[in-house]
């Protein structure tokens, strides 16, 4: 998966868009998107030879539900979709796109219904966040057979380490001096 691609550059500015659109990574992670940037960038992505995961729940001015994944899936055909939401991830399934599911690590209920949701929709990934806890990125690939990525709060080259020494498969980050560490 990712094609060996350990760090999956995660962009929060177009102008980190730009940049990373001239480098050597072929997974990016879109962030905080307006729905007004959507066409541009997936045209701009594919131009590049870079394929897309769409954080599906934080796109401005689109509600996160399965026919705004069903839109992104049919219109963009991103690599993936990235949500918290059940019905958005089926839709990326059902669509052949990757679906990653985004966790939340808060406390043991938050855990529990994140493990129940894995349980139902079978995703590909699912994206551990914060991604600074190394025991627990272990324990949710071992508790759901789902491989796991990790993100948030990754500020250095030694968390990085701790995560993907913990099983993580790959670390989003948005931290443009991590971008060439792996």
């Not at 839109?71 to 990235?82: E, K, M, S, V």
């Not at 995560?163 to 989003?172: F, N, P, Q, V």
């Amino acid at each position: 998966m990712f094609d060996g691609q350990r760090i999956l550059p995660a962009i929060k500015r177009m102008k980190d868009f730009e940049k990373v659109l001239e480098s050597e990574y072929t997974y990016i992670v879109m962030l905080d998107l307006h729905i007004s940037q959507l066409v541009g960038v997936a045209k701009y992505a594919k131009a590049h030879n870079k394929k897309l995961l769409l954080h599906a729940d934080m796109i401005q001015g689109m509600k996160s539900d399965k026919y705004a994944a069903e839109f992104l899936c049919q219109t963009l055909r991103p690599a993936g979709l990235i949500s918290t939401r059940g019905e958005v991830l089926r839709t990326a399934k059902k669509n052949g796109l990757l679906a990653v599911q985004r966790l939340f690590l808060l406390d043991t209920i938050a855990l529990e219904t994140s493990y129940k949701l894995a349980e139902k929709v079978e995703p590909d990934l699912i994206e551990v966040l914060p991604g600074v806890v190394p025991d627990l990125i272990s324990k949710v690939q071992k508790e759901t057979g789902i491989s796991v990525i990790a993100g948030g709060l990754i500020e250095n080259e030694s968390d990085l380490k701790r995560a993907l020494d913990a099983g993580a498969h790959a670390i989003t980050t948005s931290r443009q001096d991590l971008w060439g560490t792996h």
